[in-house]
């Protein structure tokens, strides 16, 4: 009789493991993806803090260098060195650091782009602007996204999802001087 129970416990067992399993590796990502889109949404408002102050008007014309209505500066996180975008990328890479240094990003490997409304291969400031709709290509608008992949762990979970998942958000705001 009392074999009879070991089995039937083994038999239980084997039914009741993966469903916990992936019940607890369903939450884990849960939580995963929650942190991740508060670093990606923090990393998205500190990159256009940075990019609105008048020491960023030269990354702005820079981007505007090639002429047309905006100027479009991408990279990863963390920038590398002699990027155009490197001191605001480093900024938003300390977003989310465990170590105190751009390299220790949470988010490493996110992409950062950041556009700005030109006008004669230059950024537009307030002073320059002839708008003030953000949505208006003569105003003085910056436009900030910031997109993340996320790898799931849990198995099967990526075919009703995806797999990874794109935590990206995306923030306006006008120059400050």
């Known amino acids: 009789m009392n074999r009879h129970r070991r089995a039937q416990s083994l038999v239980e067992l084997a039914l009741a493991l993966p469903v916990v399993l992936l019940l607890g590796l369903g939450v884990a990502d849960i939580g995963r993806g ?3 889109r508060e670093a990606v949404n923090n990393a998205a408002r500190q990159a256009l803090r940075i990019a609105v102050l008048q020491p960023q008007q030269a990354t702005g014309d820079t981007a505007c260098h090639g002429g047309g209505h905006t100027g479009v500066l ?11 975008l490197q001191k605001i990328g480093n900024e938003v890479s300390m977003e989310s650091t465990y170590n105190g240094a751009p390299t220790g990003t949470a988010i490493a490997g996110a992409t950062l782009t950041v556009t700005w409304h030109c006008n004669a291969n230059i950024a537009l400031s307030q002073a320059t602007a002839t708008a ?3 949505s208006d290509v003569n105003s003085d608008a910056i436009d900030v996204q910031v997109s993340y992949s996320m790898s799931l762990i849990t198995p099967f979970l990526g075919n009703f999802v995806g797999n990874p998942v794109v935590i990206s958000t995306e ?3 006008r120059m400050e001087y």
């Open 34 to 36: 929650y942190f991740y």
């Open 74 to 84: 991408t990279t990863t996180l963390p920038p590398a060195s002699g990027n155009p």
């Open 132 to 134: 003030t709709d953000p």
């Open 171 to 173: 923030v306006q705001g």
